[in-house]
């Protein structure tokens, strides 16, 4: 049984009171290895290993702070093979998806702002008239408070621990309980890259337990939390009294928009990966996909033909699309969500779990179409978070943004036209943080990342991280001529 540490002050240690966790292989559904149930303890000793070394790692030149994250990020690289299979184990996801996308992106976030940091500039104003000239400094925070969910574990992990350490913050981490496995590794290598004793602390355990101590804690100066809405509200409760800085990214339900002027084949292609990439279980799949009537039927059968030739199979093997949804709870919710749909809808296809030969304790589900005449209804307003879309017709361009903005969330959406009128139109009137125009998920990691309305406050990405990880503080100097 593999045993999974904390990672504090540069060292890996048990919990202090001896209690552990399961982690679950969701390919087979066993358990193969446990993992600290981390309590007060534990975040207070992260908390003081971090104290300790923040002046310090604040005080390192920007050169030696980049080196490092440069360094991390090529470690990544080098064990990218062992990184991607633990990520598939632990979380179901495809290994050549991890190997693709995952653990690459982990590394590059190390490499971005690794060199983002050295470019990182204030402001200076000078009052020529009035003799006087201000300055903005931008000091570390102190210690910060990383929390992340299991979707997608090193890669959102290393999103928010990366612009925090390349600030010169230090950091108290904890990854989520179902997917410990690669921020565990990471300790290793961030030991090997020369990061100083205490500057990144990780410590794993329970949401309400673990995850509370840290977003209560009052000396954690900021909460930079991914994950559901609710905890995110929850969060706000706690941390929001203390002052703490914070920065939500939440839930999504986001829209594809498709025209009848689009690249049809594209579109097609782009939106089976934009429903079903890591089994639905990325925050910005459009779960809800709305179709101009001229091409609705089209549509229709050429993606429920598509989908029906989706392979959905043990995550460890070549040649599946799908691997496994995250946990049993996670499968049995997307499950209630299916029943659910089919009684507001029309299923299509799949809609049920799949019993995969040789990984029958496994938790899988088909890839599942529901076809909705409405918004207003459970299935196109609540978060599934798994492999299911709906799809429903509009007649007008109006009626399609209406659709698409009739919904609590606002975090990314999906246009496909081939007309930059509509194109300008459209975004514009969209509520959402991220619109992206006859593409998906093309990030660029400078651009501001985030959401509205209850998909979050605040932006992650580019100076948005470094500005969101240091604190402004202007000095005003008056002069004589
Ligand atoms: P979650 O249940 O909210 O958990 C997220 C993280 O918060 C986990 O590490 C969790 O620990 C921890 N946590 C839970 N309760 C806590 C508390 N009271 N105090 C402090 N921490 C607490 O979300 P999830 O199910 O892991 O992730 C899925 C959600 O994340 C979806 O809603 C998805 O849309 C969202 N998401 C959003 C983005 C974005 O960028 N907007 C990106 C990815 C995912 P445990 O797991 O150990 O309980």
């Known amino acids: 049984m593999i045993k999974i540490q904390n990672y504090i002050n540069g060292e890996y240690c048990d919990p202090i009171s001896g209690q552990w966790l399961d982690n679950v292989d969701p390919s087979c559904g066993q358990v193969y290895a446990q993992i ?36 991390l990020a090529a ?58 000239i201000n300055f ?25 621990v990366a612009p925090a350490i390349a600030a010169g913050n230090t950091v108290v981490a904890k990854p989520s309980e179902v997917t410990p496995m690669t921020a565990y590794l990471l300790g290793e290598l961030c030991t090997e890259a020369g990061l100083p004793k205490g500057v990144l602390n990780i410590v794993h355990g329970l949401g309400r337990q673990t995850g509370q101590e840290i977003v209560a804690h009052k000396g954690i100066k900021a909460i930079s939390f991914t994950g559901g809405t609710a905890t995110g509200a929850h969060i706000a409760k706690v941390a929001a009294p203390m002052f703490k800085k914070l920065s939500l990214e939440l839930g999504g339900k986001n829209p594809n928009l498709i025209f009848a002027d689009c690249d049809f084949d594209l579109m097609l292609k782009v939106t089976l990966k934009s429903s079903f990439a890591n089994q639905g279980q990325i925050c910005l799949c459009g779960s809800r996909i709305f179709v101009e009537a001229a091409i609705y039927d089209k549509f229709k059968s050429a993606f429920v033909e598509a989908v029906k030739k989706l392979s959905v199979g043990n995550p460890a093997e070549e040649g599946h699309n799908l691997g496994a949804v995250v946990s049993e709870v996670h499968m049995n919710k997307v499950l209630e969500y299916i029943e659910v749909a089919k009684q507001e809808g029309n299923l299509l296809c799949g809609g049920k779990r799949l019993i995969i030969e040789g990984s029958e304790g496994g938790f899988y589900i088909a890839p599942t179409v529901i076809e909705t005449t409405t918004t207003q209804c459970r299935i196109n307003q609540e978060e599934v978070f798994g492999p299911l879309v ?28 081939s007309n930059l009128d509509r ?58 001529n």
Not at 39 to 55: E, G, R
Not at 88 to 105: E, H, M, T, Y
Not at 146 to 157: E, M, V
């Open 36 to 71: 600290p149930n981390s309590d007060a303890q534990d975040v207070t000793n992260a908390y003081k290993a971090a104290k300790a070394a923040q002046a310090g790692w604040a005080a390192t030149s920007i050169d030696t702070r980049s080196a490092i994250l440069l360094k």
């Open 75 to 132: 470690l990544i690289e080098k064990n990218i093979d062992r990184l991607a299979t633990a990520e598939s184990r632990d979380n179901g996801k495809p290994i050549w998806l991890a190997k693709a996308v995952d653990i690459p992106r982990a590394a590059t976030n190390f490499r971005f702002f690794g060199n983002a940091i050295t470019q990182f500039a204030s402001e200076a104003h000078e009052n020529v008239g009035n003799n006087s």
């Open 136 to 160: 903005t400094l931008r000091e570390p925070l102190g210690v910060v408070g990383c929390i992340s969910p299991w979707n997608l574990p090193l890669y959102l992990f290393s999103w928010k």
């Open 390 to 417: 709906t799809i429903t017709k509009f007649e007008t361009e109006t009626e399609a943004i209406q659709m698409a903005n009739d919904v609590p969330y606002g975090l990314s959406s999906t246009v496909w036209t």
């Open 423 to 480: 194109t300008m139109r459209v975004s514009k009137q969209l509520e959402a943080g991220i619109v992206w125009v006859n593409t998906w998920l093309n990030r660029d990691l400078r651009t501001p990342f985030g959401g509205t309305k209850a998909s979050g406050v605040g932006r992650e990405g580019g100076l948005e991280a470094l500005r969101f990880f240091t604190e402004p503080k202007n000095i005003c100097i008056q002069y004589k």
